[in-house]
């Protein structure tokens, strides 16, 4: 039977250390502050957006949420944007997805600052990404939220054969690039890889990354006895209930290692979006902050 890694234990451990971090900040007179860009009335938006509030305000970032209707126009957008890169109390800019059709997300993620981009979505982040620097910059919360918990987990990634299955932008690819960057040999699965091929690769990993957004897909015969899965998957059931990607109960028999959902990843989020906030304030108004102090 897998270890359950509780992403809610890990997230509120690194929730504390960002609070300290925003303390020492304050000593200075600083506030890392954090914009929100959400447009239209998702029902899911709305709920993790104020959930992001709440989370800021106990660690001591100040948030603030910008809300438009869904009939907010690029240009609108853009010049608010434009604002925020230039306003100094405005530390990390965030635009929630997703977005009205009539909008395009690429172009309202290239216009946020580097230096503010909390998400890890400009090109020139993902570029230092996926070439490897060994430098500062935002990385997409949730597959950093996942190198955290594999670390926390003490689980080694160098010389270690990991899938990946899943290529969005928000979690597959960066997560395939951290993975690599961290000594694995990764391979990256989607809707157009061979059965057969799909197959053979997932049962050979030491450690799965799923982030397909399909219920179950994961079953127990796919995976090698002894790895490490991890379900980033987020599906609503008809019934209400939350599933992720991974088939748990048969996974669970058979992996070492093993996120829930609810409980595992998604808590992770929220804290390393606040993680990164207060790195980017710092960087911003030229603070050190502790050596390590993200290593939980």
């Known amino acids: 039977m897998a270890e ?3 992403g809610r234990t890990i997230a509120k451990e690194l929730r504390t250390a960002v609070s300290q971090q925003t303390e020492r900040l304050a000593q200075v007179g600083v506030k890392a502050g954090l914009a929100v860009i959400l447009v239209g009335d998702d029902p899911a938006s709305q709920i993790y957006v104020r959930n992001k509030e709440r989370a800021a305000k106990k660690v001591g970032v100040v948030a603030e949420t910008l809300h438009y209707p869904t009939t907010v126009t690029q240009a609108e957008l853009l010049t608010k944007i ?3 890169n230039q306003n100094p109390t405005v530390d990390a800019i965030l635009v929630q997805s997703p977005l009205p059709a009539h909008i395009n997300e690429e172009t309202i993620q290239a216009a946020i600052s580097p230096a503010k981009d909390v998400d890890g979505f400009h090109p020139e982040n993902i570029g230092r990404l996926f070439a490897g620097r060994n430098e500062f910059y935002p990385v997409a919360n949730t597959p950093r939220g996942v190198m ?3 670390a926390h987990e003490g689980v080694s990634l160098d010389g270690k054969n990991a899938v990946v299955i899943g290529r969005s932008i928000l979690v597959g690819r960066p997560m395939f690039a951290l993975l690599a960057k961290a000594g694995a040999t990764v391979s990256l699965l989607h809707r157009g890889t061979p059965s057969a091929l799909k197959r053979q690769l997932v049962q050979a990993a030491d450690i799965v990354v799923v982030a397909a957004g399909h219920p179950n897909l994961l079953k127990g015969e796919d ?7 991890i379900d980033v998957g987020i599906n609503r059931m008809d019934d209400g209930s939350l599933v992720g990607d991974v088939d748990f109960q048969a996974v669970s028999q058979l992996a070492s290692k093993i996120t829930p959902v609810p409980g595992g990843v998604g808590p992770m989020t929220i804290a390393t979006l606040l993680e990164t906030t207060v790195e980017l304030a710092a960087r911003h108004h030229g603070i050190e902050l502790e050596q390590g102090w993200q290593n939980i």
């Open 4 to 6: 359950i890694i509780d």
């Open 82 to 84: 434009d604002y925020l």
């Open 148 to 150: 955290t918990m594999l």
């Open 223 to 229: 995976i090698k006895p002894g790895a490490v899965v």
